[in-house]
């Protein structure tokens, strides 16, 4: 499926970069929505009840919810403005986030966290969609780059603040209240700004025309989309398998402490702010595939030199901090890939597969990681090293994965006599 060489016109005024600005912005909300919770769940069982095993429940909710949602939601987002998709689809996120707010009991909050998981996945995919209509391809990179890269800053925002208003007083339900209000406001303000988007519909300038059920049906099993969504799950399943027992690794096999944690936490989300970047211009002027082998020979020295080595003190917290960039750099890699496979008309329903199978996968990793730990009889965390040699392993798959993806792209093209 070859993609179009010049984005499509569009009646807001803004620029590229300022739609893109924007719409990051929005995945800013969204990520911090979910990283957030991380922090606020000690605090969260101490006042409405629960055990805090219960937690790893609520994530999962969270991430299988917003699967679904991205599945369901592939089969009709095309068929409407984006705009107005989107416009919809972050009321009902804001409204469930504002609700998580008053849950009574773990319960209602596993309920409510589920509401506003069957809306991140669409909005997501909404997301990049509009990144694809405005952005011409040779840039492309460089905006998923701003997209991805929000979750480091939200790292860098969501663990400190989290940590310090969930320990008051109910403090927990005034994050999440006050995260309603301002996520809120910058989505409304996103939603009004960048304007109708009904290029993808047939309009003037005659792009193909709305995608339905068969057209979603193909679009999932051809070999440029199934080859995408197997590199994206490749990318989500391995970094799920380290990241929610990174914590604990961290206060049981090293000297750190809680202290060292927030430290691993704020170094990763800032070096992330500073890689995105780089990582977005190296995709655009080297291509994918160079940049992905590279990110993938820095994982491997990254993972095994944090979990089968002994590292001083002060090199472990960098190293540690440096798991969480490479796991985004991938993702950048992979999300910047995938963007160039379905045609204008199908774009929002193949990024919300997309985000259906990265939190399938997420969820697959989450599950996974389990069965190969143990807690040894020194209190140690014992069988990281087993996860880093599977996590390592799933990212060589990703450089194989964009090789195959380029080979496909272009036997498709040369099939329909388009420029890639």
Not at 19 to 36: D, E, M, N, R, Y
Not at 138 to 148: I, L, T
Not at 193 to 207: E, S, Y
Not at 383 to 396: F, K, N, P
Request: glycine share 10%.
């Amino acid at each position: 499926m070859a993609d179009e060489l010049v984005p499509e016109m569009q009646t807001s005024a803004l620029s590229e970069r300022s739609i893109v600005l924007l719409l990051a912005a929005v995945a800013f909300v969204i990520a911090l929505s979910a990283t957030v919770m991380f922090p606020l769940g000690p605090f969260v069982v101490v006042d409405i009840g629960g055990s805090p095993d219960v937690l790893g429940h609520l994530g999962a909710v969270y991430s299988l919810a917003a699967g679904f949602g991205g599945l369901a939601a592939s089969f009709v987002l095309d068929r409407f403005d984006r705009r107005d998709a989107l416009g919809i689809i972050v009321a009902a996120f804001t409204l469930a986030t504002a609700a998580s707010a008053a849950a009574p009991d773990i319960a209602s909050l596993m309920m409510i966290r589920a509401l506003a998981g069957l809306c991140a996945g669409p909005i997501w995919g909404l997301l990049v969609a509009i990144a694809s209509d405005v952005v011409p391809v040779e840039r492309r990179g460089r905006a998923m780059s701003r997209m991805v890269g929000t979750y480091g800053l939200a790292l860098v925002i969501g663990l400190p603040v989290g940590t310090l208003l969930g320990a008051m007083p109910g403090g927990w339900r005034w994050t999440m209240l006050g995260l309603a209000l301002g996520g809120g406001v910058i989505s409304a303000a996103t939603v009004v700004a960048i304007g109708p988007r009904r290029a993808h519909l047939g309009d003037a300038l005659h792009i193909a025309p709305r995608a339905d059920l068969t057209n979603v049906l193909k679009l999932m099993v051809g070999q440029p989309s199934l080859t995408a969504f197997l590199m994206i799950a490749s990318t989500s399943f391995a970094a799920l398998l380290i990241s929610p027992n990174l914590p604990v690794f961290v206060l049981r096999n090293t000297e750190l402490g809680a202290y060292g944690l927030s430290a691993v936490y704020l170094i990763g989300g800032a070096l992330t702010l500073a890689a995105m970047p780089l990582t977005g211009r190296m995709i655009d002027r080297l291509g994918a595939l160079p940049v992905g082998v590279t990110a993938a020979v820095v994982t491997t020295i990254v993972l095994s030199a944090a979990f089968f080595a002994e590292v001083p003190l002060l090199l472990i917290l960098p190293l540690l901090a440096m798991v969480l960039v490479m796991q985004l750099v991938r993702s950048t890699v992979t999300q910047g890939s995938a963007m160039r496979v379905p045609p204008p008309a199908q774009r929002a329903s193949f990024q919300a597969l997309a985000a259906a199978v990265t939190n399938f996968a997420q969820a697959l990793g989450a599950s996974t990681a389990p069965f190969l730990l143990s807690i040894g009889p020194d209190g140690r965390l014992a069988g990281m090293d087993h996860i880093a040699c599977l996590a390592i392993a799933a990212s060589w798959a990703m450089p194989f994965l964009l090789l195959r993806l380029d080979v496909v792209l272009r036997r498709e093209t040369q099939h329909r006599g388009i420029e890639p």
